[in-house]
């Protein structure tokens, strides 16, 4: 590594889960006498089913107000409560995954830039951002922030919901950063950011966690929930979305990032309780690791995304993670104005705009945040170079591109390019390799520079040998002082 950026693994990148409320850590009376035992939900009716969910238990862990227990049990008991009628459901319980793989151009292609000129910042609206945490000291993050809670054991951390991942900081980031003249800016400028934190540092967590967080975003009076994260079907999971979208939650969700894929939509997002979103990439195409099916309600930008990250530091991250909290900042805009959850989610998908793909891409479009809000964005023409801290964007241009002859068995490709910023203050040059056909990043560079214009030679390289034909895409962003973003992106084919 030799930035300060986390490099994520496909795998990595995607195992981002889980957290719960409400743990009783009881000691049930009627265990059996087997040692063995598993972590279960069990979802029951009446008070005798709940009385001998809690005899059979070695452990209670979490009891919700949807009447439903997470227990640790014998797989025989585990078997006796399944035979139960009044037992709706006793699963055991699985691990969720976090959906984000390895600038802010999508706040400027959704609209959002117009709302804020037009005083629209979210102030007055509560986003949980449930996921692995919030770093509580980054400086585009710390003035929107308000209470958290932590809903898994052992972290070791000296806040609760600290953030030792960087998914979560990320996609509050996006979701609502400060307009601070810095770094970057989010959809909302001035929303209250509440950090659930129901994943451990390495990403991952239980669908029992996840509803737990959920049951507690419901139970603040939180307004949006915003999940970018995702797994395999859960009774438990699914109540827990039922009752917070009762009491007036806007749930949104990754849709997944299984694609290329058809029908393959992800849980929570499949639930009729959640905003479903795939991801876009920067020419408002399909990322090819979007999930699709018939359950997406609208599409938002997730393809290189740049947001905050732990350590006080920024990153760029692809994933449906980056489009979720897209939606649910714009969400937390229209609850500011009043709208309750099941009139935001209408006025999001009747606003959205048609991009020309299927409705199992797409669904109703892609996210307007002006738009929704009965803002003029004719004029906007939805570039990737915005001016995100004063002042005007540079430009960023890539001059050449050619496969460099090495006798490596990896390709290698040489970048030309340059940059110009009127305000004479351009900072950085990044440069990214990624793999065109199966997605994830293959190489980076960044270039420290100043002044007015600047210019360059960069070797990138691909790390594994694909063959000749296979697609690469370049992009190259140049930033100045302000956070102000300016884009270029090219594609080049490998040779023999």
């Not at 585009?140 to 600290?162: C, K």
């Not at 969700?253 to 959640?274: I, L």
């Amino acid at each position: 590594m030799t930035d300060q950026r986390q490099q994520f693994t496909r795998r990595d990148a995607l195992r981002l889960t889980g957290g719960a409320v409400g743990a009783v850590a009881a000691t049930g009376v009627g265990a059996g006498a087997s040692t063995e035992t598993v972590r279960a939900n069990v979802g029951y009716d009446t008070g005798s089913a709940r009385r001998a969910t809690l005899d059979a238990a070695s452990e209670v862990l979490y009891e919700f107000v949807f009447d439903a227990l997470t227990v640790t049990i014998s797989p025989s008991a585990l078997d006796d409560l399944r035979a139960r009628s009044d037992v709706r459901y006793a699963e055991t319980d699985v691990e969720v995954e976090a959906l984000a793989q390895t600038l802010p151009y999508g706040i400027d292609r959704v609209d959002a830039e117009v709302a804020h000129a037009d005083g629209e910042t979210g102030d007055g609206a509560d986003v949980a951002i449930i996921d692995t945490g919030i770093d509580r000291l980054h400086t585009d993050l710390s003035a929107n922030l308000g209470e958290g809670e932590r809903f898994i054991a052992g972290a070791g951390l000296p806040v609760t919901w600290q953030d030792n991942n960087g998914h979560g900081t990320h996609c509050a980031g996006i979701a609502d950063a400060a307009d601070n003249s810095q770094g970057v800016v989010g959809v909302s400028t001035q929303a209250t950011l509440h950090a659930v934190k129901v994943l451990t540092g390495t990403g991952v967590g239980l669908t029992s966690d996840v509803a737990a967080g959920i049951e507690y975003t419901a139970d603040q009076g939180w307004d949006v929930g915003s999940l970018s994260l995702g797994g395999g079907d859960s009774a438990v999971l699914k109540d827990a979305c039922t009752y917070a979208y009762d009491k007036g939650v806007l749930l949104v969700a990754a849709a997944g990032n299984s694609g290329p894929c058809t029908d393959c939509v992800g849980f929570p997002a499949a639930y009729e309780e959640c905003i479903a979103v795939s991801a876009t990439d920067r020419n408002d195409d399909l990322a090819d690791f979007s999930s699709t099916g018939p359950e997406v309600e609208l599409a938002a930008p997730g393809v290189n995304v740049y947001s905050t990250f732990v350590g006080n530091t920024y990153t760029e991250l692809s994933g449906t993670s980056m489009s979720c909290p897209h939606v649910a900042g714009a969400g937390g805009q229209l609850m500011a104005n009043g709208y309750t959850n099941t009139e935001a989610r209408d006025r999001l998908g009747s606003t959205a705009e048609d991009i020309g793909l299927t409705s199992n891409e797409q669904g109703n479009g892609l996210l307007d945040v002006a738009a929704a809000l009965g803002l003029d964005s004719s004029d906007d023409l939805g570039s990737s170079t915005g001016a995100s801290g004063g002042g005007t964007a540079p430009t960023a241009t890539i001059d050449g591109l050619a496969e460099r002859e090495t006798s490596s068995p990896h390709a290698e490709f040489v970048v030309e390019w340059s940059a110009h910023d009127d305000d004479g203050d351009l900072d950085t040059v990044d440069l990214t390799l990624s793999d065109a056909t199966a997605g994830g990043t293959e190489d980076t560079a960044d270039v420290d520079v100043s002044g007015a214009d600047a210019s360059g030679t960069t070797t990138l390289k691909a790390h594994k040998d694909d063959g000749s034909g296979h697609d690469y895409d370049v992009d190259l962003r140049a930033r100045d002082a302000n956070g102000n973003v300016g884009t270029d992106a090219a594609t080049v084919t490998e040779s023999e």
